[in-house]
């Protein structure tokens, strides 16, 4: 059984960063794909960012393009998300995910074998 575990989260003004953490512990396979989630109060669960574990494939939502780096340490287990330029719109709870699917647009609709807990980024002024 796979666990993962976000850390990171916090206040930040606009402008601000952050570096979200996802620690995986437990077994996993060789191929698979992990990925940040966001879900803002009363809005949908977004896709924010996901890599490939076999060939460090990443892809990033248009609204995070430029501003978010997703990054991997396998010898720690661990996916980060590098969150600069932060904006009051990327207020929400962000989750880390994984599971068997593609790091390509539309990766967030697969079913995910494991989900964190999430943790909570709050830009405000």
């Known amino acids: 059984q796979l666990q993962l575990v976000e850390s990171g989260g916090g206040l930040v003004q606009p402008g601000g960063s952050l570096r979200l953490s996802c620690a995986a512990s437990?077994?996993?396979?060789?191929?698979?794909?992990i990925g940040w989630l966001r879900q803002a109060p009363g809005k949908e669960r977004e896709g924010v960012s996901c890599?490939?574990?076999?060939?460090?494939?990443?892809y990033y939502a248009d609204s995070v393009k430029g501003r978010f780096t997703i990054s991997r340490d396998n010898a720690k287990n661990t996916v980060y998300l590098q969150m600069n330029s932060l904006k009051p719109e990327d207020t929400a709870v962000y989750y880390c995910?994984?599971?068997?699917?593609?790091?390509?647009?539309?990766?967030?609709?697969?079913?995910?074998?494991?989900w964190g807990k999430g943790t909570l980024v709050t830009v405000t002024s």
């Open positions: 995910a994984q599971g068997n699917f593609v790091c390509y647009k539309g990766w967030e609709y697969y079913d995910m074998d494991y």
């Open positions: 437990g077994f996993t396979s060789d191929y698979y794909g």
């Open positions: 890599i490939s574990s076999s060939d460090g494939i990443t």
